[in-house]
Every structure is written in C-alpha cells, then in structure tokens.
C-alpha cells in the first residue's frame, strides 16, 4: 500500500488492470448485487433535485420504490446506497438495446443535467472506505468485470489510469499527480 495525502491506496489499484467493456459486460453492475452504489447525503440531494429530468428514462417498478422509500436507503452495514428495484436492479437502470446504463450520467452526457452519477459509481472497481483518519481504496474484483479485466490487460490500462478521470473528480489533479509520481517512483525503483 501506499500513501497518497490522507489516502491510502492499494498495490491492486495500481497495478491491477482494467477497462470497462460494456459490449461483453452489458452493464451488469448496475443490475447485480444485493444493495445499489453507495452515495452521500449531498449525492441524494443532487439526485432529487434532478429527477424531473430523468423521470421519463425510468421503469414503472423503479418510480414505485422512489415513491415508497426515496432514491436510497441505509443498507444492512448502515450504508446509504441508491435505492434497488426486486432486491437487484439500481432505480437509475436503463435497459436499452441490450445494455443497460445509468439514467443518471445518459441525462448528464445528453447535457439535461450537470450531476454525472454517483461517485462510487464513477470510480467502480474503485471502492473508498473510511479507515480512521485516512481514506482506503480498494480494487474491488467482482465476476462481473471480467470482460473489463481482459481488456485492461490487453490493453495494458491500470486500474488507476482507466479512472483518472473519477479519481480527479473525487480527490483532485494534485492528489493524481503524486499518485502518478508516485508509481513512477515505485517503478524506477523496481517496488512494482
């Protein structure tokens, strides 16, 4: 591990590789798992606040579970995470030609809004915990990024690099570029 400001990131993180590839994973992040993304208090409000933009984007099943328990709940560990749509889906899922997406980031990448989608989301395989004074990040392998897995090595795009742009959008171009001094560092000195 090593030491970014007041992070803490994981070897994986650096040298695990990975490229999202949504033609062979068809967004199943958005539709496994048993809780959605986790999201702060502010996400929650900028996600409600935009909501009359997506609306038309969303199920019938997903506007019911908004209307009866809001865009997230606390999950089992006290979490808040975006709301679920039959124990699976994520409320925001759009199914469309196959694939599914974030009704969320198609509004922000159609310019109908400013907010791109949850952070943890944007950061996937990224996962930041809280660990006392300093932030955790984890490379959080899961079945379902496989696809993404072979691409980023046959590509050779390590996680980090794959989510420079979320990793910016959550700690900042300085704090990116320690980390890529860092590794550079690390690597001259044969660490990894």
């Known amino acids: 591990m090593i030491q970014i ?3 803490i990131v994981s070897f994986d993180v650096i040298t695990g590789q990975f490229c999202c590839d949504l033609a062979k994973c ?18 929650i409000a900028q996600i409600e606040e935009l909501l009359p933009e ?11 579970v908004i209307e009866e328990q809001g865009v997230a709940y ?11 749509v039959d124990g699976r889906d994520c409320v925001f899922t759009v199914h469309e030609g196959g694939n599914c997406y974030c009704a969320i980031e198609k509004a922000f990448l159609e310019g109908r809004c400013s ?10 395989p990224i996962r930041v915990k809280r660990l006392g004074q300093y932030w955790g990040l984890n490379y959080d392998r ?26 910016i959008r959550r700690f900042g171009q300085e704090w990116y570029d320690e980390l890529e001094l860092t590794v550079q560092e690390l690597k001259k ?4």
Request: hydrophobic share 35%; charged share 20%.
């Open 142 to 167: 899961w079945d379902v990024c496989q696809p993404a897995v072979i691409k980023g090595r046959r590509l050779g795009l390590p996680v980090y690099r794959c989510l420079r742009e979320p990793l």
């Open 74 to 84: 606390s999950d089992p560990e006290g979490e808040l995470v975006t709301s679920i």
């Open 54 to 64: 997506i609306a038309d984007m969303l199920s019938p099943s997903a506007h019911k």
């Open 26 to 43: 068809h967004g199943a992040c958005c539709v496994e798992g048993d809780a959605g993304a986790p999201v702060t208090p502010q996400e």
């Open 115 to 124: 907010f791109r989608k949850p952070v943890s989301c944007h950061l996937y």
């Open 5 to 7: 400001q007041d992070t």
């Open 189 to 192: 000195q044969n660490v990894i």
